[in-house]
């Protein structure tokens, strides 16, 4: 009881220890975040302005490209908590090796997924969506597809740039692309400044730009960035191997995302058999509800480098602050959004549609999104502190039993059944995400409780631990 007691209050009295760090690298990255939504909102806001069937065929490619790239983010999920580790045990040898085979699988990876969306095409007139829908589109999946690679590449330099303390460049890249975007859309979606107005066409190839300009850009600074490339990014031996053993290590990570994404993909599609203006609603809800889901992945994000560093460096005791201090903050702050969307969501639903009966539905969804937003906290944050100890297994099945045994059958059950429709789908979801941030934070807690724990490296799904600069001279007689 004494060293219980003792424990709690070390963690409340070194709590500026982490918070400080945690949020020094969450600030940045949270404005990131940002600025990936506002590339989605900048196409949502110009879309919802070309009436409802452009918006709900957006909405349809979303579904697709949303599932693509959670296994994406998932399959190089391995990469920044494996440099953040050997950041840690300050091998900056292991750091460069790391971050050259991250490229290389992030190209192998989003070639891989443009491939798969580019064969789905011919298959969109089959899924029970209104025709006008689907017709819409095939153009517009086409272009988004061949910029996931771009997209992926650029996510994968921005988390290596940020597992090495290197965060604010990797934003100012981001705000790059994203007046890029609000530029070409703007021009290409209308037909202002002497371009021809290509409708929804005209967003696909703003996105399809603003991605790749956006990955090469900061593919030209990491190259001669010393904390990255000084060690040799492409130097590797064993490049194939490396490249494997962090695509096996993200496997995991990607199942967990897909199981997580999927549910999701699999309830919009039945929004499109509600209808052409439910899917439309759904659209704006996702794209309103972004702007606070930022918080919490930007909080997990930075909470997943935080905790692998810890690990990297053999501090347990900093890893478990760091996840708890980032919990309590994240509760905070979603607790406040949530007041914000339950209040407001109505009127944040007219800012992104003209179309009556579209506004009507996503203010409803708006206002249950806002009760998703604590539960999201808990479970997002929670997820990147087990994801910075390399704990991936169990969470992949925990994510299996959450969103397909459990929460799509309630999807199903209450749109249809209880005849909720739209709003059903989304309420199916909220108990069961409750559920499973729960137990994501108590694992979490278990696996870096002091004393007899046995450490990072010795939980599920931990390949071993990262040696450090002094140990691998010694390894290598030096």
């Not at 997209?151 to 090495?164: I, K, M, P, R, T």
């Not at 759904?282 to 997990?300: D, F, K, R, Y």
């Not at 099945?397 to 789908?425: D, M």
């Amino acid at each position: 009881m004494t060293s219980n007691v003792g424990r709690r209050r070390a963690d409340v009295r070194l709590a500026p220890g982490v918070i400080v760090p945690l949020l020094t690298l969450a600030a940045p990255m949270l404005l990131g975040q940002a600025g990936q939504v506002m590339l989605q909102l900048t196409d949502t806001l110009l879309i919802g302005h070309l009436g409802a069937e452009p918006l709900a065929a957006a909405a349809l490619v979303g579904n697709f490209v949303m599932f693509a790239l959670y296994f994406a983010f998932g399959a190089v999920g391995a990469v920044s908590p494996r440099i953040a580790q050997a950041h840690g045990a300050g091998n900056r040898v292991e750091v460069a090796r790391t971050a050259g085979a991250g490229i290389v699988l992030s190209l192998l990876v989003g070639g891989g997924i443009a491939l798969a969306l580019t064969s789905l095409v011919p298959l969109l007139q089959h899924l029970g969506q209104p025709p006008e829908v689907a017709e819409a589109s095939r153009g517009y999946l086409l272009l988004i597809a061949w910029s996931l690679p771009g997209a992926v590449l650029a996510v994968v330099l921005g988390q290596v740039a940020e597992a090495v303390d290197r965060p604010w460049p990797v934003l100012g890249f981001m705000l790059l692309a994203v007046v890029l975007n609000a530029l070409l859309a703007w021009c290409l979606v209308f037909g202002h400044g002497g371009f021809p107005a290509l409708g929804l066409a005209g967003a696909g190839w703003a996105t399809f730009v603003a991605r790749w300009v956006h990955a090469l850009s900061l593919a030209g600074w990491m190259l001669f960035d010393p904390r990255i490339a000084g060690g040799g990014m492409f130097a590797e031996r064993d490049l194939r191997g490396m490249v494997g053993r962090l695509f096996t290590l993200g496997l995991p990570v990607a199942a967990q995302d897909v199981l997580e994404g999927g549910a999701f993909a699999v309830g919009s599609v039945m929004l499109g058999w509600v209808g052409t203006t439910a899917l439309a609603a759904n659209q704006v809800t996702i794209g309103i509800a972004s702007l606070a889901w930022m918080v919490p992945v930007s909080l997990s994000m930075a909470t997943g480098v935080r905790v692998a560093q810890a690990a990297g460096a053999g501090d347990l005791g900093t890893a478990r602050r760091t996840g708890i201090a980032a919990l309590l903050l994240g509760v905070g702050l979603m607790a406040a959004c949530a007041g914000v969307y339950v209040s407001g969501g109505a009127w944040l639903a007219r800012l992104f549609t003209d179309d009556p009966e579209v506004a009507a539905l996503a203010g409803t969804l708006v206002t249950i999104a806002g009760v998703y937003q604590v539960s999201d906290a808990i479970q997002s944050v929670s997820l990147g502190a087990l994801r910075g100890l390399l704990d991936n297994r169990v969470p992949m099945i925990a994510n299996a039993i959450c969103y397909w045994l459990l929460s799509l059958p309630t999807v199903w059950f209450l749109a249809f059944r209880c005849g909720w429709g739209a709003a059903g789908v989304w309420a199916g979801y909220l108990p069961w995400m409750v559920g499973t941030g729960v137990f994501f934070l108590v694992r979490f807690l278990r696996l870096t409780a002091l004393p007899g724990n046995p450490g990072p490296q010795s939980t599920p799904g931990v390949s071993g631990p990262i040696p450090s600069r002094r140990t691998s001279a010694r390894s290598r007689g030096d």
